[in-house]
């Protein structure tokens, strides 16, 4: 559990946890990051992503929304957005050459500090139902991970379609 682009960890470190990645073509390895600018160097640099990993940037505010375009331009079969903790709206929300979209609000000791409104959530996952783009909604902020994992009376957890491109859901 770390930040695969992160600063200290040496290209060549990556090249060979690639050739494992490649080795392993039945396994979906999320690749995570909030050093997007890194990541779409990197990926630059190899010339894009082995089809099992599905790669995604972290955004929680307005002012780190520079992160989806980077992801946009590396070149990856499965990209997606983990907007947690949401701590405001990321309206207007362009999802373009975006796969999934999972949100969740803080959660730990500190979560009243920064709620998620959830509203914010709904505006998220009403792009996400307008443009097909698969929405799973982990959590509101609460003490304990895992609580509060409905949305409007419902638990939203869908999936991307790596073979249709489109939303499949979970049978919850």
Known sequence: MSDFFHEDIPFEFLDRVLDVIRETPQHRFQVLTKRSRRMLEYG????????????????????????????RKTKARTRFLSLEPLLESLIPLDLTGIHWVIVGGLSGPHW???EMNPDWAREVRDVCVREDVPFFFKQSSAFKPGQGTFL???R??????????SVRRAAI
């Open 44 to 71: 630059d640099r190899i010339g894009g992503f082995p089809d099992n990993v599905w790669l995604g940037v972290s955004v929680g505010t307005d002012a780190m929304k520079f992160k989806i375009d980077h992801l």
């Open 156 to 165: 939203w957890k869908q999936y991307p379609d790596e073979k249709r491109r």
């Open 112 to 114: 009243k500090q920064h």
């Open 152 to 154: 409007d009376g419902r």
